[in-house]
């Protein structure tokens, strides 16, 4: 959205839209802090924590529920850095939090011997240090008002009057129902992609559950494996949902733009493959010392290779649908992926097909 808003150089409704975005991050965060604070220890219990972790477990999931509005402003001051394409300050501004984070570890935990409450509080700090942060240098950028600011964000009186937007001074924080329903639209279709590729997940560990101890532990190598190296396609999206939030008012380059990212996809894919391969095979015995385990692996190295490049492109078509605004199409891809999966899963277990079809 923020980057649909530069393109058409609006730079009060790049402005109007962090506001928004800042709000429901703040009232989400909130919330869901509450309820995990409110509740902490029969949620705990329902997750099998037991009486002589309970004490632990719950000073740590208070303090971390403290940090929840600083981690979702986190990802809104992100958004808006990488929609006006800028991947370089979330970079540094992450290094500097985990900086922060690492050094109140070892101040809090082996100084003030706090333990895992000690471990929480670090976590927080750093990450309203972060959010602090990315709000210091848009205010910054702001106030230089050069070309290439990212948005206005002195105060909200210094806003410029628009036709567009018709927002100024302290109007800007006023609710926008066609802002707000963007982003329901946009954080519904992305909570729905989510949710199908966790349950497809959760559904290949049962059925591989069921095949007994090596299938699955060769699934849990393989899994292992195949989330560290999705990854490096993750970047691919990311471009396409922010370059192509700019180009679509220009259907010659935003078609040039995504037949590119493409084929960077495909690449990525093919050397994510090719590092499954060597993992697999020669490199197996890094992962396991079992020989059954190790030839599972081999046996498995097609499928997870196919997976690998399979998952590369379909990660750049979800940032190409993105930027491109076809919420329609990714909600009804992630659905129907999950039917596959389920479908594939139950002709497996009825065939006895193994691991293969699992995958």
């Known amino acids: 959205m923020a980057g649909e808003a530069s393109e058409i150089e609006n730079r009060a409704r790049v402005t109007v839209v962090l506001w928004h975005g800042l709000a429901i991050a703040l009232v989400l965060g909130s919330g869901m802090g509450w309820i995990l604070m409110r509740y902490a220890t029969p949620i705990l219990a329902a997750a099998g924590v037991t009486t002589n972790m ?39 501004i992450f290094v500097l939090a ?36 990315f709000l210091w240098l848009l205010w910054i950028r702001s106030r230089e008002r050069r070309k290439d600011q990212l948005l206005q964000l002195t105060t909200p009186t210094s806003i410029p009057i628009t036709n567009d937007t018709k927002t100024h001074g302290w109007r800007s924080l006023k609710p926008d129902s066609s ?20 349950t497809s997940y959760v559904l290949m560990t049962l059925a591989a559950t069921g095949l007994g101890t090596v299938p699955l532990a060769t699934h849990q190598i393989a899994l292992q494996l195949f989330w ?6 993750e970047p691919l999206s990311v471009c396409g949902q922010s370059f ?3 180009l679509q008012f220009q259907p010659s ?24 391969l ?23 190295t097609p499928w997870s290779m196919v997976s690998e490049v399979v998952q590369a492109i379909v990660c750049a078509l979800d940032g190409i649908a993105i930027g491109s605004g076809n919420f329609d199409i990714l909600t009804l ?16 277990q009825a065939f006895n097909l193994g691991l293969a079809l699992v995958w």
Do not use: W
């Open 333 to 348: 891809s992630a659905l129907t992926g999950l039917a596959v999966v389920g479908a594939s899963l139950a002709l497996g």
């Open 179 to 198: 802002i707000l329903t963007k982003f329901f639209v946009v954080g519904n279709t992305l909570l729905i992609r989510s949710l199908a590729t966790m």
């Open 54 to 92: 309970m004490r632990y477990s719950r000073a740590y999931m208070i303090v971390r529920a403290i940090g929840i509005p600083g981690t979702m402003l986190l990802s809104v001051a992100q958004g808006v850095c990488v929609g006006l394409q800028d991947a370089l300050s979330p970079l540094i």
């Open 98 to 133: 985990g900086l922060v984070n690492l050094l109140g570890d070892l101040i809090l935990i082996f100084r003030f011997d706090m333990g895992v409450t000690g471990a929480a509080l670090a976590t927080t700090v750093s990450t309203y240090v972060g959010a602090f942060l």
């Open 244 to 246: 192509l939030a700019r």
């Open 228 to 233: 560290f190296l999705s990854f490096f396609a």
């Open 278 to 300: 060597v993992c697999h095979g020669p490199l197996a015995f890094l992962f396991s010392s079992d020989p059954e385990i190790v030839r599972s692996m081999r046996d498995l």
């Open 253 to 276: 380059r935003s078609s040039a733009f995504s037949l590119k990212v493409m084929e960077l996809a495909a690449i990525v894919g093919f050397c994510a493959a090719i590092a499954i």
